[in-house]
């Protein structure tokens, strides 16, 4: 059974950084792409960059290019979100999510087949 924790989320100022980790259970993440997502109250749920495990290749929306990088952590089964100069926009419930995928990934979240349960971020001063 997929099991998906995400973990790092906090409350952070503007200008911080944060990272979040994924930890994935009940997969080898070499077959997947991995999402992250995020959901501000109010709001729908957002793709926020996804990768292709097997070949690295990435994806970010347009409001995080040059301030979140996603990647693998080689030593454990976990995707890792590293966000940098965050704003307060950037608040919300961070989630990730899995697919079964060769080479491809996507930030549309029906796409995606097994979800984590969230970890909150939160930029205020």
């Known amino acids: 059974q997929v099991q998906l924790v995400e973990s790092g989320g906090g409350l952070v100022q503007p200008g911080g950084s944060l990272r979040l980790s994924c930890a994935a259970h009940g997969l080898t993440l070499d077959w997947y792409a991995i999402g992250w997502f995020r959901q501000a109250p109010g709001k729908e749920r957002e793709g926020v960059s996804c990768?292709?495990?097997?070949?690295?290749?990435?994806a970010y929306t347009d409001s995080v290019k040059g301030r979140f990088t996603i990647s693998r952590d080689n030593d454990k089964n976990t995707i890792l979100l590293q966000m940098n100069s965050l704003k307060p926009e950037d608040t919300g419930i961070y989630y990730c999510?899995?697919?079964?995928?060769?080479?491809?990934?996507?930030?549309?979240?029906?796409?995606?087949?097994?979800w984590g349960q969230g970890t909150q971020v939160t930029v205020s001063s």
């Open positions: 990768i292709s495990v097997n070949d690295g290749s990435t």
């Open positions: 999510a899995a697919m079964e995928a060769y080479k491809y990934c996507s930030t549309s979240a029906r796409e995606y087949e097994d």
